[in-house]
């Protein structure tokens, strides 16, 4: 009876398995294994013949030169290029800075910062920079427009501001600047950065100057400051003694 039962169901058999790796027909790279013959004679076959090339390399290096058609402005990028040239002009503190990242979010950050320095972020493309700039003395800042490039502008040269934001901003890097009608590198704000600006110079100068005033002043009086107080002295030694009461 047990045995019928037991014919009766399914009987599950566990399964097993091994892994195996079959080094032998691994693909090697170095020394690849030739087709078969048929396939060899196909791909001879089919195998595109191009047509050679007699120049010579000085010529096959040079490309032609492509020249790209004039962009037409509409009314409404001619008055962004009339207050770009504006601002160029009328701005002590004009940079460009280049972007490696398009976070909007971060953009958004920079603006902040931009913002409580007191300096504004203008974004316009090549053509409005040309149209705004083509013709002025600022023309050879058009070559840094081909890539992507925001401005910054700000009625206040404040060079050392615009060096600790530019270290804030991993993404973004500060390309050149224009101060009051010149054109700095980076390296050139930096070191322009180091320098203290025109007011703490000038207490710097002033203090400089008193400094040899008060010493002067010190010198002349102390001979005196030494007489008034050996004479004040001698009054309260006298004073003291009981002659000096009676006196």
Do not use: W
Not at 209 to 217: I, K, N, P
């Amino acid at each position: 009876m047990a045995t019928c039962t037991n014919k009766g169901f399914l009987r599950v058999f566990p399964l097993v398995y091994q892994q195996v790796r079959f080094s032998r027909n691994r693909p090697n790279i170095q020394r690849p294994k030739h087709p078969h013959f048929l396939k060899s004679k196909l791909l001879a076959v089919t195998k595109p013949i191009y047509e050679e090339d007699t120049r010579p390399p000085i010529d096959k290096c040079l490309k032609p030169v492509q020249i790209m058609p004039p962009v037409d402005l509409d009314a409404l990028d001619k008055i962004y290029a009339s207050e770009l040239r504006d601002m160029f002009k009328t701005s002590a503190l004009s940079a460009i800075f280049t972007r490696c990242n398009y976070d909007f979010h971060e953009m958004h950050q920079a603006k902040i910062l931009f913002f409580k320095a007191n300096m504004k972020i203008v974004v316009r493309n090549k053509h409005i920079v040309k149209e705004a700039i083509g013709d002025t003395e600022f023309r050879n800042l058009l070559p840094l427009f081909d890539a992507v490039n925001f401005m910054v502008f700000s009625p206040e040269a404040n060079i050392s501001s615009l060096v600790s934001i530019n270290q804030k901003l991993p993404h973004y890097h500060l390309l050149c600047a224009v101060v009051d009608g010149r054109i700095l590198s980076f390296t050139q704000l930096q070191s322009l950065a180091s320098i203290p600006d025109i007011d703490t110079a000038r207490a710097s100068i002033v203090q400089t100057l008193l400094s040899g005033a008060q010493s002067v002043a010190q010198g002349l009086q102390s001979h005196q400051n030494t007489l008034v107080q050996q004479l004040k002295q001698r009054v309260d030694q006298l004073q003291s003694t009981p002659e000096g009461k009676d006196q």
